[in-house]
């Protein structure tokens, strides 16, 4: 991949840790060329059925990890990818990174995981909680409740609803499911705060994940009263999450001698703020300028937008000061299931024969818009905006004895547009303009799904210029911590780059999406607003039946 000119460039690393994996890019700083990459494979991928080592059973809707797993990027994959580039390891000035969110861990004081004390390591709630981790719903549940019951100023900064993944919900299911983990943990912080921890031995709390994972709003996490009111043992948990609260772009410190030895990089050089895959891309996408959407589309789907001002927008992840660039007000969104569900019907809906993506998608594109008579909703990994409650599942409506296999897959396809429309719709009803979209992730080079989006959503699609929008997108943020750039802004408009305008609304499509956009819309209040609560009271019998001995607790929590 190397496309090194000379000996007098500069370079920066970016390194972005996904669910299963992390990769790591080797940048140019002058103008963005990537000239070097690698990718590592998490040796325990997600932690899903039990803990490693005959380790105890998981209930239902966990996902750990095994924060080993994020040192080895720093082992295998930096040093793998500057061999790629061909680069002197002398001339990399920076290292930045990101990852998913909300990914958390309970940490003695000097940054030791919990699961990595030896008598911890069989307890399931001293490992790292994946964002994918939903066990927390009912201790979410009861924090929105309480906080609209005390009117906590804070609640309508993140649309009224505080989700099963983020930092509070997770803390408060360890609390009550392990009083001992809760009490052994002196951090508990984002798995992004934590790497920058062990690259340069320096703990920070980065304003992204502190705004949006950490109720961190105007200055404050939530009041010791309110917490206490949640549980009395709860009230110390924001001393938890505390540390030295830094901007994005910023250095939290310098490569230590021992992350070195791990990267093959020079100790001393600039280690940048941690970030989130989602919201560092907007960097790479060059669309910091409010109005210009960022849609990181892989296993799930993140929503980005700036504003000028702040707004309270109903079922949204949050608006932070500063959350995606310093200067603007950040807002997120999401949808917590797109490729996986396209994953999921690949692997277990359709036929030997029709197997895969490719072949899917070149029948399902055959067929004008409506002609599969379904529409489907896209919660097969719970709703995470604008309704956020991840005991809400998948539907389809309208299957026949002629549907055929690419009629599902089309209607999946399509019911992830939906949401995100209904994401878009909410963000203009609450006077947050969104003018257009970029698209990042792995998803933006399926042409079927990136048309059904322009036309769903009426809007221009652009495509991010660039395969690793979260690697590129820290390695922008390396370039400004290291000094080479003096704004984000500047260091992406030379960094960055996005393909303008790649695909455009067909006017009839969009005539016949706004159709059946109509019955999603309606399906979606109905199944999600309480008017049926079929999914949860069937999600209550699953988990019964799958852990008997607490059938009887589960059914009279969602009764």
């Not at 929503?303 to 995606?324: L, S």
Request: hydrophobic share 40%; charged share 20%.
């Amino acid at each position: 991949m190397s496309n090194v000119d000379g000996t007098g460039d500069r370079y920066v690393v970016g390194v972005d840790y996904g669910t299963l994996s992390g990769r790591a890019l080797v940048v140019r700083v002058r103008d963005g060329v990537e000239v070097g990459t690698a990718v590592h494979e998490y040796r325990h991928g997600v932690i899903e059925s039990a803990l490693p080592d005959g380790g105890p059973a998981l209930p239902p809707d966990w996902a750990l990890q095994d924060p080993e797993d994020y040192r080895d990027v720093l082992r295998h994959a930096v040093p793998a990818a500057l061999a790629d580039a061909g680069v002197d390891p002398a001339q990399v000035i920076g290292i930045g990174t990101d990852f998913t969110a909300c990914t958390v861990l309970p940490t003695l004081a000097d940054g030791t995981p919990l699961c990595e004390v030896p008598e911890l390591r069989h307890r399931p709630h001293a490992w790292v909680k994946l964002w994918k981790h939903h066990a927390a719903q009912p201790h979410a549940d009861r924090i929105n409740a309480l906080a609209h019951e005390r009117r906590e100023p804070w609640i309508g900064r993140y649309g009224g609803k505080i989700s099963a993944e983020w930092q509070f919900a997770k803390g408060l299911q360890i609390l009550e499911e392990d009083p001992e983990i809760y009490r052994r943990a002196e951090r508990f912080i984002e798995a992004a705060d934590w790497i920058v921890w062990q690259l340069c031995g320096t703990e920070t709390r980065n304003v992204c994940t502190a705004g949006y994972k950490g109720i961190r709003q105007d200055g404050r996490y939530p009041s010791t009263d309110y917490l206490g009111a949640l549980h009395p043992d709860f009230a110390d948990f924001a001393t938890k999450l505390d540390g030295p609260l830094l901007p994005l772009g910023d250095r939290a410190g310098v490569l230590s001698a021992r992350a070195a030895e791990w990267t093959g990089l020079p100790a001393g050089i600039a280690v940048a703020v941690g970030n989130v895959d989602a919201h560092v891309t907007a960097a790479s996408a060059q669309a910091l300028t409010p109005g210009r959407l960022v849609a990181i589309m892989g296993t799930s789907t993140c929503h980005v937008v700036n504003g000028t001002r702040p707004a309270e927008v109903p079922g949204m992840c949050g608006v932070v000061d500063g959350g995606i660039s310093p200067g603007a007000w950040g807002y997120e969104a999401g949808q917590s299931g797109v490729g996986d569900i396209f994953g999921w019907f690949v692997r277990h809906g359709a036929p030997a024969g029709l197997d895969s993506h490719e072949r899917l998608t070149e029948l399902a594109a055959a067929q004008p818009v409506g002609a599969h008579g379904l529409v489907a909703l896209d919660w097969w990994n719970g709703n995470r905006s604008l309704l956020v409650n991840h005991d809400l599942s998948g539907l389809i409506v309208g299957l026949t004895l002629a549907t055929r296999p690419q009629d599902i897959y089309r209607a999946l396809l399509e019911s992830t547009a939906f949401g995100t429309r209904m994401i878009i719709e909410a963000f203009v009803e609450a006077g947050v303009p969104v003018t257009d979209i970029v698209v990042a992730g792995g998803l933006a080079s399926n042409r079927l799904l990136m048309q059904i989006y322009a036309d769903v959503t009426n809007r221009p699609l652009s495509i991010i210029g660039s395969a690793q929008g979260p690697a590129l997108g820290s390695a922008i943020h390396a370039a400004v911590a290291a000094g080479a750039y003096p704004t984000i802004h500047e260091a992406s408009a030379a960094m960055g780059r996005v393909d303008e305008g790649v695909y455009q609304p067909v006017p009839e499509n969009v005539r016949a999406y706004d159709a059946l956009y109509a019955e999603y819309r309606a399906l979606h209040d109905h199944f999600g607003r309480g008017a049926d609560d079929v999914m949860l009271r069937l999600r209550a019998i699953r988990n019964a039946a799958a852990q008997p001995a607490q059938a009887d607790t589960v059914l009279e929590v969602v009764g």
